[in-house]
């Protein structure tokens, strides 16, 4: 049973970067597309970025493109999620997730179609 454990949150102001690491043990990362996700408080949990098994492809939630940048190590069993130009409206506890097969259509925005999730990070951003 692969666990997943996210890293890096904190508290930032607005402007400042950010990058998420998301560890997995007990098995390997390499097999498996991925995503990020996050909750925002009393708000649904929402996609924020995917990647595929060798790193391609990437999609991005549309408020966040430009600023993030998902990747992944699969030779550290990680992945990232660089996040530049942070603004209040990203806070949010982060969540990295694994995607139940490979990406098919728009599935990688299906909370559903992710079956193994870390316990989150929180990222907090000042104005």
């Known amino acids: 049973q692969v666990h997943l454990v996210e890293s890096g949150g904190g508290l930032v102001q607005a402007g400042e970067t950010l990058r998420l690491s998301c560890a997995a043990s007990?098995?390997?990362?390499?097999?498996?597309?991925m995503g990020w996700f996050r909750q925002a408080p009393e708000k649904d949990r929402e996609f924020v970025a995917a990647?595929?098994?060798?790193?391609?492809?990437?999609f991005y939630a549309d408020s966040v493109k430009g600023r993030f940048t998902i990747s992944r190590d699969n030779a550290k069993n990680t992945m990232f999620l660089q996040m530049n130009s942070l603004k209040p409206e990203d806070t949010a506890v982060y969540y990295c997730?694994?995607?139940?097969?490979?990406?098919?259509?728009?599935?990688?925005?299906?909370?559903?179609?992710?079956?193994?999730w870390g316990q989150g990070t929180q990222v907090t951003v000042s104005s």
């Open positions: 990647i595929g098994w060798s790193g391609d492809p990437t």
């Open positions: 997730a694994i995607h139940d097969g490979y990406f098919t259509g728009r599935d990688y925005l299906l909370i559903d179609d992710y079956r193994v």
């Open positions: 007990g098995g390997t990362l390499s097999r498996y597309s």
